[in-house]
């Protein structure tokens, strides 16, 4: 399809985002990476090698830059100085790659987005020169907020990270969607593959997952599903779905029927 996701200026044909975390090991990250068609692979950089330390294998040998864009992002940052620094740091670590994932946390349990830090660390990424996808809570203002900030993408929780509820909220993701002037995307809470369908059928631009893929019974079998449903629900987007009615329309009208 000639339908390409376009973030900070890049092109991608894959409206599918992937995690790295979970997975039995980094061969299994690499099979299901592809069978999802991922072109943007989120990176946790408190808890993923990527070069810190030279001596443990790095996810880079199986996804390497040159393959795949590696999107850092500040997963266990619950505070805006700790967000900026840790991408700050993945930045020399990837050669000065400036698309990052901003999100910073409120506490350990829910894994909610803290918004008053979570503008914070935006404001000051983007004036350090850095393009910033947003993990964010589904709050109309503030994701508009966040993008007057000057946020490359939005990315709304559809339910709590990890959680697989799916989305629970489809009203104020409408919301963004139809204010929204850059991608919005998806991100967490995603279960299965209709999750992932739903929310493109929405109007989503993307759609981004981990815990999904990584812990379902065949990670791989599930990845190439969650594919197949960004792209149905995509598909029905743009093809405009008919409209709800109460009551019955045949499907063989009567009039000019045969006698």
Do not use: H
Not at 22 to 30: N, P, S
Not at 181 to 196: C, E, F, I, Q, R
Not at 206 to 221: C, F, T, Y
């Amino acid at each position: 399809m000639n339908d390409k996701l376009t973030i900070a200026g890049v092109e991608y044909s894959s409206r599918l985002l992937v995690g790295s975390g979970k997975y039995r090991d980094l061969a299994q990250t690499r099979e299901a990476t592809d069978a999802a068609g991922a072109q943007i692979v989120t990176v946790a950089i408190r808890r993923v090698n990527i070069g810190q330390d030279p001596n443990a294998p790095s996810l880079l040998d199986v996804l390497p830059p040159s393959q795949y864009t590696i999107l850092p992002n500040t997963a266990g940052c619950y505070n805006a100085m700790d967000a900026v620094y840790t991408l700050q740091m993945a930045r020399e670590l990837l050669d000065g790659r400036k698309l990052v994932k901003l999100e910073v946390l409120g506490d350990d349990k829910s894994l909610f987005p803290n918004m008053p830090e979570t503008l914070i660390a935006a404001e000051t990424l983007v004036r350090d020169g850095f393009d910033v996808m947003v993990y964010c809570s589904d709050d109309p203002v503030q994701a508009r907020l966040l993008e007057e900030i000057g946020c490359v993408a939005v990315m709304p929780l559809a339910s709590l990270i990890g959680s697989g509820m799916g989305i629970l909220n489809p009203w104020n993701l409408s919301l963004i969607i139809e204010q929204a002037k850059v991608p919005v995307l998806v991100d967490a809470g995603v279960g299965t593959a209709s999750d992932a369908a739903i929310a493109m059928e929405l109007g989503c631009d993307g759609v981004l997952m981990n815990s999904a893929i990584a812990m379902a019974q065949d990670p791989v079998r599930m990845a190439r599903a969650m594919r197949l449903g960004v792209l149905a629900g995509r598909e029905a987007f743009l093809a405009g779905r008919m409209a709800r009615k109460f009551s019955a329309s045949p499907s063989s009208p009567m009039a000019g029927r045969l006698q």
